[in-house]
């Protein structure tokens, strides 16, 4: 928006006792990304955008969430839960700095778009003192109603508070409003707690603002962005709903799914050209994928980069850490963890890989596993370029296979391997010539019927 400098003020105090969980509401994840990290995304950002977050007593961990996705995020806190108003006025310190919009949003509804928030500003540079957000709700109840008369907003009237005919009114307040931010403290200063819950409803400034011959107005959008998440089934459908964004995006900018539904995405996830993902893969947050990568079937992945044209499962769990370059190649029942593979290195059946660095074109056997931990410790098993590991070898880090060296399969190596050399570390076979003969007959004379 051009010129007009603006405040967000994002209301994160609630308890959100109706989750059940010792994690503040606005902390649950969404997409791998916290519901508050979702909206202080969207929110106005830029030159002349100022942003705060007020949060409840004792919720450090809100506050540090906050800082930790946009730095320069102010914090106050609401001590008592006196209502949305009330907790407004807990950043009447950043109100009164007077920025020209002050829009304000609820933590706890992630789906929101920058979008609907560059929407929302609009009116107040035709002369709105303030625009609602609302929306078509398929069912109203809980909701506060938008009583519009010729076009204008009235008034909201909250579930408790509103008449049978007025609970019969589908448009509903989303939460998110944006006052004019010239009149926007004497409004909110006027609101008392005169109603059946005794709190402080910011709702109550639209009838506040039509008294003074002012303007509100309704900005209306679809269900989906203003789903606000108080039970962990309502989680559960904005997962969903953000999932089917994702998805979208995905096939949108090139990525093949042959079946979508069944794969799920993180906010942050980012592709290259090219890339296929089979079905049933999950991704966590902090992957990226590089051009012609394929990830195969039933795979798990989080905080790891994927080169390009490098393969992964069907089957391999990437943990954090992980970095496969160009060409990599890891396969089924395959687990990494903090390990650089380069170029071309083969990880193919059934392997550990973790705390590691294994050279480009490296081939890591079946069955070999990484010892990085003794119970107390974690420790690096470095692996050079082309080495060859053979399977079910046993590596305990710390430890270094040179590069060109082989390992002899059922090798257990606790010493550091030069460059082009063999280690073998296993129990000398012994071979008996028709031993086998020998003890079968035995047993067959053994097991013969007694006579007689
Ligand atoms: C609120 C709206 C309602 C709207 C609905 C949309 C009011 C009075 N009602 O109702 O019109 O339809 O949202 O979801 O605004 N909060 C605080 N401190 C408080 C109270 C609330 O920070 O003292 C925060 C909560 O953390 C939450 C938001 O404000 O993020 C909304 O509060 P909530 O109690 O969920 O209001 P609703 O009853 O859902
Ligand atoms: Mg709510």
């Known amino acids: 928006m051009t010129g007009r400098s603006c405040l967000t003020i994002v209301l994160a105090a609630g308890e959100g006792t109706r989750m059940r969980s010792s994690l503040p509401k606005v902390l649950h994840p969404v997409a791998g990304k916290t519901l508050l990290a979702h909206v202080l995304a969207a929110a106005p950002r830029g030159p002349g955008t100022s942003l705060a977050v007020v949060v409840g007593p004792g919720h450090e961990a809100v506050a540090s969430e906050a800082k930790r996705v946009r730095a320069d995020v102010m914090t106050f806190i609401q001590h008592e839960r006196l209502g949305t108003a009330h907790a407004v006025l807990a950043a009447r310190e950043a109100i009164a700095r007077g920025a020209d919009d002050l829009v304000i949003a609820f933590g706890d509804t992630p789906l929101i778009s920058a979008d609907t928030f560059a929407r929302m500003r609009a009116p107040l540079q035709a002369g709105a003192a303030l625009a609602v957000l609302g929306f078509d709700a398929a069912d109203p109840t809980g909701y ?15 579930q408790a508070d509103a008449s ?25 200063d006027k609101i008392g707690n005169a109603n059946s819950k005794g ?26 962005e203003v789903r606000g998440i108080n039970t962990k089934a309502q989680l559960a459908e904005a997962e969903q709903v953000m999932q089917a964004r994702l998805r979208k995006a995905a096939l949108d900018s ?10 799920f995405l993180a906010a942050d996830t980012s592709f290259g050209k090219d890339v296929t993902i089979e079905p049933f893969v999950v ?17 798990h992945i989080m905080q790891a980069s994927i080169g390009s044209n490098a393969s992964v499962g069907p089957y391999a769990r990437l943990r954090p850490g992980t970095s496969l370059g160009a060409g990599a190649k890891i396969g089924n029942f395959v687990e990494t963890k903090a390990a650089t593979l380069e170029a071309g290195a083969k990880v193919n059946h059934l392997t550990y ?24 410790n974690k420790y690096r098993t470095e692996i050079g370029e082309g080495a060859f590991i053979g399977s079910n070898s046993s590596l305990v880090a710390p430890v270094k296979v040179g590069a060109g060296a082989y390992v002899g399969s059922g090798s257990v190596v606790t010493r550091n391997v030069p460059d082009d050399a063999l280690a073998v570390g296993r129990g000398q076979q012994a071979v008996r010539e028709g031993w086998a003969k020998r003890f079968r007959e035995m047993k067959a004379l053994a097991k013969k019927p007694k006579t007689g």
């Open 353 to 376: 890989v973790g705390d590691a660095h294994v050279g480009a074109n490296a081939n890591i056997g079946a069955g070999t596993i990484t010892c990085n931990y003794d119970g107390f």
């Open 283 to 299: 991704i966590g947050p902090g992957v990226t994928i590089a051009d012609g990568a394929v990830i195969h079937a039933f795979s």
């Open 254 to 263: 090139g990525v093949t799914m042959t079946a979508p539904e069944t794969v």
């Open 164 to 188: 049978a005919d007025e609970r019969r009114i589908t448009l509903c307040n989303a939460g998110v409003m944006a006052f004019d931010g010239k009149t926007v403290l004497k409004v909110i």
């Open 199 to 224: 709190e402080y409803y910011l709702t109550d400034a639209v009838g506040i603002i039509r008294d003074s011959g002012l303007r509100a107005t309704v900005i209306e959008t679809g269900e989906d």
């Open 144 to 158: 506060g109603r938008l009583i519009v008369d010729d076009g204008r907003l009235t008034a909201i009237r909250e």
